[in-house]
């Protein structure tokens, strides 16, 4: 079965770059997706089809797949931003997610 | 406004059963597939079951398969998830999403608020 690898944990001082990074095999020949769950809260989408921003969601929220790795990027990290923070891909029409990514900031 | 809202949780002993709704609002909810996704106690996000529009081919993770039917009364604008035998790893806060796609691409969006389903005896 498809994995995805994220690592657990990602810290970031308030104004700087955060990257988080999601691994799996051939992942940039699929669509990556990103959502990000604050405490307490369900999922939202802040990325899709590697790339794209929903309407709403803040400019400082990128994301790039190429090779093995999709990448979200948030440019200017807020303390509003710490979170979990999923990536997710289709393996036969089955939804696979990372196991997260907790971002904190610091 | 697109909405979700789950019902049904609980706390049940191991080996009952227990059925979950959620109930659609804002959107053609027979014209999208729906998804039940779980996320237990601390840990991350793993997908449960989906249903194609008509309800003519469901699909399971394997953690689940034989136990767990889904459904969905479009009708009602209502996605079902019947479970059954369940165990104490089945605990868990489950939550439906929708399968939105644009551009060949899908994603979720939105999730509902989420069901807490406590097996324990």
């Known amino acids: 079965s498809y994995e995805l690898t994220q690592a657990p944990s990602v810290s970031v001082s308030p104004g700087q770059t955060a990257s988080i990074t999601c691994s799996g095999d051939?992942?940039?020949?699929?669509?990556a997706c990103w959502y990000q769950q604050r405490p307490g809260q369900s999922p939202v989408l802040i990325i899709y089809q590697n790339n794209k921003r929903p309407s709403g969601i803040p400019e400082r929220f990128s994301g790039s797949n190429s090779g093995s790795t999709a990448t979200l990027t948030i440019s200017g990290t807020q303390a509003m931003d710490e979170a979990d923070y999923y990536c997710?891909?289709?393996?036969?029409?089955?939804?696979?997610f990372g196991g997260g990514t907790k971002l904190t900031v610091l | 406004e697109v909405q979700l809202v789950e019902s049904g949780g609980g706390l049940v002993q191991p080996g009952g059963s227990l059925r979950l709704s959620c109930a659609a609002s804002?959107?053609?909810?027979?014209?999208?597939?729906m998804h039940w996704v779980r996320q237990a106690p601390g840990k991350g996000l793993v997908w449960v079951s989906r249903?194609?529009?008509?309800?003519?081919?469901?699909r399971y993770a394997d953690s689940v398969k034989g136990r767990f039917t889904i459904s969905r009364d479009n009708a009602k604008n209502t996605l079902y998830l019947q479970m059954n035998s369940l165990r104490v790893e089945d605990t868990a806060v489950y939550y439906c999403?929708?399968?939105?796609?644009?551009?060949?691409?899908?994603?979720?969006?939105?999730w509902g608020q989420g069901t807490l389903v406590t097996v324990s005896s």
């Open positions: 249903i194609n529009t008509d309800g003519s081919a469901p």
């Open positions: 997710q891909a289709w393996d036969s029409s089955t939804a696979v």
């Open positions: 999403a929708r399968e939105h796609c644009s551009g060949g691409s899908c994603f979720f969006d939105p």
């Open positions: 804002g959107f053609i909810f027979s014209s999208y597939w």
């Open positions: 051939e992942l940039g020949d699929r669509n």
